[in-house]
């Protein structure tokens, strides 16, 4: 009976320490330059104060902002839009930053 619950247990006890090593390993990955330029973005568009601040942005009356957006206009704020927009210097902040 012994020997049958050790056949057993073995595969289930080395089962989950992989998943458990695996699940650790995924959580400390690092994040690619374009994910991190995504979250950029991101982060860029819901810090902007008025409701366009891009081109594909809708305003309160469900129209989109087009030429109208703050991204658009050459003065004032300009949200950081697309990945282009995103310098390297700032991807290595944002790895510094939230060590990712």
């Known amino acids: 009976?012994?020997?049958a619950v050790k056949q057993i247990a073995l595969p289930i006890v080395l089962a989950l320490s992989f998943g458990i090593a695996f699940g650790q390993w995924k959580s400390t990955k690092s994040?690619?330059?374009a994910?991190?330029?995504q979250e950029i973005t991101k982060e860029s568009i819901a810090k902007y104060k008025g409701n366009c601040p891009c081109p594909y942005s809708v305003d309160r009356a469900g129209h989109s902002c087009g030429r109208r957006s703050a991204y658009s206009r050459p003065a004032g704020?300009?949200?950081l839009r697309y990945d282009k927009d995103v310098t390297q210097k700032m991807v290595g902040d944002y790895r510094k930053r939230t060590n990712k």
Request: without cysteine; glycine residues 0%; hydrophobic residues 25%.
């Open 1 to 3: 009976m012994k020997s």
């Open 35 to 37: 994910e991190i330029k």
């Open 31 to 33: 994040k690619t330059d």
């Open 77 to 79: 704020a300009s949200p």
